[in-house]
């Protein structure tokens, strides 16, 4: 498989602090995306990083990318309740989408 | 807008019933995809269309069949329902002449076979 691999698989923290995930992936990419799925829900897409990039932020979001490596990370700062949510990393190589298994994230309030 | 919409949102069939997922899209996107999320599994890509006419199979296409008359449509089809098709099956678009571009995705169709 050339999914997308996600750790922790699950992660719990208090409110107010900081959540990082991490993927790790096989393909060549032309992007990452990273998406996040309210449990019973569709993926929604948070924030998207191109292969030539190594850093964005949009809002509370930091998302890294190190293609030598073939990893990238996804940084959520300053964590509410309302973040609880499985987080998905997506690499896209060509016209293909790669998903990860996700991370469970719960914020504790 | 409505975005993605996917009917129905539950399913039940015995094996061997074959039936059509229906995908409709409102924002005129290109590409097309349809996924299916098994617990532990991730979302593994069944089969994507980059525009009406064209379909591609993706890593999981075995016992599914796609087809693009339109923009706007893409339904998946199951051939002959096997319980290892128990799933829940997610659709998505996007506009694709740049491909960095977010998928949009539709409420899922929760599909069991029995």
């Known amino acids: 498989s050339q999914q997308g691999e996600e750790d922790p698989q699950a992660l719990s923290i208090q409110e107010g602090e900081n959540a990082t995930m991490n993927c790790s992936y096989k393909?060549?990419?032309?992007?990452l995306q990273w998406y996040r799925q309210n449990s019973g829900r569709g993926l929604v897409h948070l924030i998207l990083?191109?292969?030539?990039?190594r850093e964005k932020h949009s809002g509370r979001l930091r998302v890294t990318l190190d293609t030598s490596k073939k990893s990238s990370s996804l940084l959520i700062t300053a964590s509410r309740a309302a973040d609880t949510a499985s987080y998905f990393c997506?690499?896209?190589?060509?016209?293909?989408?790669?998903f990860g298994t996700g991370t469970s994230l719960t914020v504790i309030p | 807008n409505a975005g993605v919409t996917q009917t129905p949102k539950f399913q039940v069939l015995k094996t061997g019933q074959s039936m059509t997922l229906q995908c409709a899209q409102d924002?005129?996107?290109?590409?097309m995809s349809w996924y299916r999320q098994d617990p532990g599994m991730g979302l593994r890509l069944i089969h994507y269309?980059?525009?009406?006419?064209?379909?591609d199979q993706g890593e999981v296409p075995n016992g599914y069949n796609v087809s693009r008359s339109t923009t706007e449509d893409f339904p998946l089809r199951l051939l002959s329902a096997a319980p290892s098709q128990t799933s829940v099956y997610f659709c998505?678009?996007?506009?694709?002449?740049?491909?960095?571009?977010?998928?949009?995705f539709g409420d899922g169709t929760r599909l069991s076979i029995l």
């Open positions: 924002m005129n996107h290109e590409y």
């Open positions: 269309s980059v525009g009406a006419g064209i379909t």
């Open positions: 393909t060549s990419i032309n992007n």
């Open positions: 990083i191109r292969s030539n990039e």
């Open positions: 998505a678009s996007s506009a694709d002449r740049d491909p960095n571009q977010p998928q949009h």
């Open positions: 997506a690499p896209r190589d060509g016209n293909q989408f790669y």
